[in-house]
């Protein structure tokens, strides 16, 4: 590792802009995956994945390969996904079951408990077995905890609890649980994935930002009038053309929407502006709400209008439609993405619908939308990556933001703070060390 | 459709006929006559490609595109589109097809399998895809049209970097 391996470069990054080498720099990146990845709160999966004892998921926390299990005891665990003899990947699949629950490694059939612990060695006649038998257990990840059926998990042994890491954007996570008439969500209808060769705040940085919609997704608002042969009437009121329309509001009209920022990096941003939904099947779905909520709460749950939460760095959330996506950073410039639709449980089949229609057209990279960004991030990475020195700004109503009653600070819509706000974050995670 | 139009219509439906029509898809594909191809499609068409092998289910699971004849005008209309980014500079695409098969040939409509491998170069780079294409097919005045197409892509699960180029 290089002298950036521990020191951060002065003048890299600054209130308002930040040097391209952010983007680009080998050693930076590395630091983001000792500092920020390897200390923040990072979603792993939801329970809803790992229904019975023995489902696993696997995932990387930073660059460290994880696999994240249900025991016997109904206990979830968080492992590192390698063996604890020669170090081969344990589970090679994104997702499974465990026979009875137990890990086996392939290569010499040791076999190991879902919480780590060493359950069978085929010849251990030839070490002090039961002296070391600590020694050959599987790495735990330090911290594990839940939030509401949110499975995080830290590399780092200290640091705020995950209540107080996510700070405000509970509620984030809440929009989504809340609109489930059962009171209970599920990742349903498998997921999508994409990959670019691109740095993950480029996404962080895109997401967090009104102002390039109408510019960087104006063919598919334009070609909406092209089209004549006739759109269904989808069951809930609102007009599939308006879906592709809604990122051709005006910049005055984006601007209205507001911005929230708070510490730790985490953000949101208001509700575009969608035609309400209505007919018959939410009706029905108001009705099955009104059966676990007062009146009031149903409208609370309802009215909540935000575009898109950032739980930093990488967890995103969109409550309305039923969305959760996961950024994975590989390399400097190699980002895996990872888009679930969340099914609303106890709601009408039709709400569903809408959600798995709702996510195509914004995630899937054979669509209208999703392409498009991906050009943009490529096109910003080519670009950095000739003058790491260059400054990228985002500097927009710079100071206009003005406290929240949340902890937080709140600005107008094509105010750039939240993307200040993050890398203040990230300066402070890395500006420290473990 | 009366039976002797079926009839008719089944007759049409031979292998070297059937071949014809996909390299002629093939041929509007490559050559980038995007309404040409739509035009190809009956109003009531799908044109599917899932996100998971196996997939039986465009509503509850999500798929890559799952379009009905008016989103398949968007995605069409967009391809000449200047800001269409992701296709500046324009992706080129070869489809080949091979691996022809007539599964059943009924009501003046029939089923057909067929293998694709899709080369397409973005920017500097080939990439290739490989899939099991099925095709329905129907004789409507006079002339074949593409009642639906589904594409099952190898590791349609991705990850993927953008797809342009309708396979």
């Known amino acids: ?283 029905e779905y108001r009705r099955r709400l009104e059966k676990r909520h007062s009146k009031s709460e149903v409208d609370r749950i309802l009215s909540v209008d935000r575009h898109l939460n950032i739980i930093y760095p990488t967890l995103l959330t969109q409550g309305m439609i039923g969305i959760v996506k996961v950024l994975t950073p590989l390399a400097p410039d190699r980002t895996e993405t990872t888009v679930w639709p969340v099914r609303f449980k106890g709601a009408p089949d039709e709400l569903f619908h809408y959600t798995i229609r709702g996510i195509a057209n914004s995630n899937s990279v054979a669509n209208f939308t999703l392409p498009d960004d991906l050009a943009m991030y490529r096109r910003c990475q080519e670009a950095v990556a000739a003058n790491p020195g260059a400054w990228i700004d985002f500097s927009r109503s710079a100071g206009e933001e003005v406290p929240d009653n949340d902890g937080g600070f709140r600005g107008r819509g094509l105010n750039e703070m939240s993307i200040r706000n993050a890398y203040r974050a990230w300066l402070d995670y890395m500006e420290h060390a473990a | 459709m009366t039976s002797a139009v079926a009839q008719s219509a089944e007759k049409r439906f031979d292998r070297p006929t059937i071949e014809d029509y996909l390299f002629h898809e093939a041929e509007l594909l490559d050559s980038g006559r995007w309404s040409e191809w739509f035009n190809l499609f009956t109003d009531d068409a799908y044109y599917w490609v899932p996100a998971h092998p196996g997939q039986k289910d465009p509503y509850n699971e999500v798929s890559l595109i799952y379009d009905d004849i008016a989103t398949l005008q968007v995605r069409v209309n967009r391809m000449n589109h200047p800001a269409h980014h992701a296709n500046q500079p324009a992706v080129l695409g070869a489809h080949h097809i091979s691996n022809v098969r007539l599964l059943s040939a009924i009501n003046g409509e029939c089923r057909v399998a067929s293998r694709l491998l899709m080369v397409d170069r973005r920017g500097d780079a080939l990439r290739i895809f490989s899939a099991r294409v099925e095709h329905s097919l129907r004789l409507f005045e006079g002339r074949i049209r593409i009642a639906w197409k589904k594409v099952e892509l190898l590791g349609a699960e991705g990850p993927h970097e953008e797809l342009v180029i309708p396979f």
């Open chain 1, 1 to 283: 590792m290089g002298v950036l391996a521990t020191t951060l470069p002065s003048d890299l990054v600054q209130s308002q802009r930040v040097r391209a080498a952010v983007y680009t720099d080998p050693a930076i990146f590395n630091l983001e995956m000792d500092r920020l990845f390897g200390r923040a709160w990072l979603f792993v999966a939801h329970e809803s994945q790992l229904r019975n004892p023995g489902d696993f998921i696997t995932t990387r926390l930073g660059r460290v390969p994880v696999v994240a299990t249900r025991g016997t005891d109904r206990t979830i665990h968080i492992v590192e996904n390698r063996c604890g003899h020669r170090g081969a990947v344990l589970c090679p699949a994104r997702s499974g079951t465990l026979a009875h629950a137990i890990f086996q490694c392939s290569y010499h059939d040791w076999t190991f408990h879902c919480d780590g612990r060493v359950r069978s060695v085929p010849a251990r006649d030839g070490y002090d077995f039961e002296r070391r038998r600590d020694d050959f257990a599987l790495r735990r990840v330090p911290r594990v905890d839940l939030y509401r059926g949110f499975i995080f998990a830290s590399l780092a042994t200290d640091g705020p609890d995950l209540r107080t890491f996510l700070g405000f954007l509970t509620t984030a996570l809440d929009d989504l649980i809340d609109r489930a008439p059962d009171g209970e969500i599920e990742f349903a209808g498998g997921c999508y994935r994409h990959t670019t060769p691109s740095n993950w705040k480029l996404q962080i940085e895109n997401l967090n930002d009104l102002s390039h919609a109408s510019a960087t997704h104006r063919s598919s608002v334009a070609v909406v009038d092209t089209v004549t042969k006739p759109m269904p009437a989808p069951p809930i009121g609102v007009h599939r053309a308006a879906g592709l329309r809604v990122n051709g509001a005006p910049l005055s009209t984006m601007d209205q929407l507001g911005v929230r920022a708070f510490a730790r990096g985490h953000s949101f941003i208001g509700g575009l502006p969608r035609p309400p939904r209505s007919g018959p099947v939410m009706d």
